[in-house]
């Protein structure tokens, strides 16, 4: 089969949205075999920026052009959770005739298909598609989206649609209940961007010990990617060293004297708060009790 043949067995697409995570799935797309139609911004630049990437075939709409989309058998829309009922509004006053047999599937994470509801209405299969991985580039975000898990729900056309293209993407999808998309979105968000707040913490913490920001990001990296390496072949309360897997109360104690000298709330009260997990992972895994009742004082829960 040709390149041309495979392109015209895969869907149409358009993506309204050209931010970071829109070009990069356009992209990923358009490696499989995907026809990008139209990618749309609310800036036209940002989508001629995004249109130059993937060829000359690819065209770019402002938002306000959205009443000039071709009929695309799936449209994506990729904005900021905030703009997608906008999107809808507009989007459902296209003419039916050019509705039938069409999908519209979102990107995020903690709305539902739900939010897409005046779109069924018109005629559209709605369903959401949010990638469980982090995009902060383009280019690089390809990669991450290929493999990736997504987790996909709406109504049953819409999921059998975004099944088939995860299957594309050589990932792997898993559905949710709708009304559990903020909780699910929650944990990605406590997974990724908290993680990265929290190792900026460790950054300043090192920082305040004589070591330069990019020598303390180098030094700290290593750690934080040998705990992802335990994370993915143990259980948590077993991936856990350090500290709080030891039952170590005279370290503790050291810690929140020192994080209290420092005058940093945020540390402070991150380190408390995540101590108490902690303590819960180590009781978990069978640790002294009397030992953790003890900690648990001197963190004051």
Do not use: W
Request: proline content about 5%; some cysteine.
């Amino acid at each position: 089969m040709t390149l041309q043949n495979k392109r015209k067995s895969k869907p149409s697409v358009s993506i309204i949205g050209s931010g970071r995570l829109g070009t990069a799935l356009a992209l990923a797309l358009a490696g499989t075999g995907y026809s990008i139609e139209v990618m749309v911004a609310r800036h036209l630049t940002h989508a001629r920026k995004a249109a130059r990437l993937l060829g000359s075939r690819t065209s770019a709409f402002g938002v306000d052009e959205l009443r000039l989309l071709p009929p695309s058998k799936v449209i994506f829309i990729a904005t900021p959770d905030d703009e997608i009922a906008n999107v809808c509004e507009k989007l459902a006053g296209l003419s039916a005739g050019r509705i039938t047999g069409r999908f519209v599937l979102h990107t995020s994470g903690a709305l539902s298909a739900e939010v897409l509801n005046p779109l069924a209405a018109a005629g559209f299969r709605i369903g959401s598609l949010h990638p469980l991985v982090s995009v902060s580039q383009p280019r690089t975000g390809v990669e991450s989206l290929r493999g990736a898990f997504y987790c996909i729900e709406g109504d049953p056309p819409a999921i059998r649609m975004a099944k088939a293209i995860v299957r594309d993407l050589k990932g792997q999808s898993f559905t949710i209940p709708p009304e559990s998309k903020p909780l699910y979105h929650a944990a990605a968000v406590m997974t990724s961007g908290h993680v990265v707040a929290l190792f900026d913490l460790a950054v300043g913490m090192l920082m305040e010990c004589g070591l330069t920001r990019s020598k303390a990001r180098r030094v700290l990296l290593p750690l934080l990617e040998s705990t992802a390496r335990n994370l993915a072949t143990t259980d948590p309360a077993r991936a856990m060293t350090g500290t709080f897997a030891r039952g170590d109360l005279a370290t503790v104690l050291r810690h929140l004297q020192s994080l209290s000298k420092r005058g940093s709330t945020q540390a402070l009260e991150a380190y408390r708060t995540l101590g108490v997990h902690a303590l819960d992972l180590m009781q978990r895994n069978g640790a002294d009790t009397r030992v953790a009742s003890e900690i648990r004082k001197v963190l004051g829960a």
